[in-house]
């Protein structure tokens, strides 16, 4: 069993900034690339970053100027930083993480509860 406990998400004005954290708990062998995804309402969900367990990143075009995904691998956590935030950035954003759990011979897709992140303008 895998578990991931997302925090950091909350209301900010148009231009602020917020720092996403999930952190990643459990019989875990391995974690190969960590990200995170987002669902506005009335949109698909979208990927909003994603990181390597080597540190090669990739990005939304719509966050790429904005948003930085790093992780440290010795906590099993991923975040992610917001800034100059904007309200299409209003969303629930899931962190996810590709585990191979102890005992396994897998990679697995997990996924955190969500965390709301609202921007006004």
């Known amino acids: 069993q895998v578990q991931l406990v997302e925090s950091g998400g909350g209301l900010v004005q148009a231009g602020g900034s917020l720092r996403l954290s999930c952190a990643a708990s459990?019989?875990?062998?391995?974690?190969?690339?960590m990200g995170w995804y987002r669902q506005a309402p009335g949109k698909q969900r979208e990927l909003v970053a994603r990181?390597?367990?080597?540190?090669?990143?990739n990005y939304a075009d719509s966050v790429k100027a904005r948003f930085t995904i790093s992780r440290d691998n010795a906590k099993n956590t991923v975040y992610l930083q917001m800034n100059n935030l904007k309200p299409e950035d209003t969303a629930v954003y899931y962190c996810?993480?590709?585990?191979?759990?102890?005992?396994?011979?897998?990679?697995?897709?997990?996924w955190g509860q969500g965390t709301q992140v609202t921007v006004s303008s």
């Open positions: 459990g019989r875990i062998f391995s974690i190969n690339a």
């Open positions: 990181i390597t367990n080597g540190g090669v990143t």
């Open positions: 996810y993480a590709a585990v191979m759990v102890t005992g396994g011979g897998m990679f697995s897709s997990y």
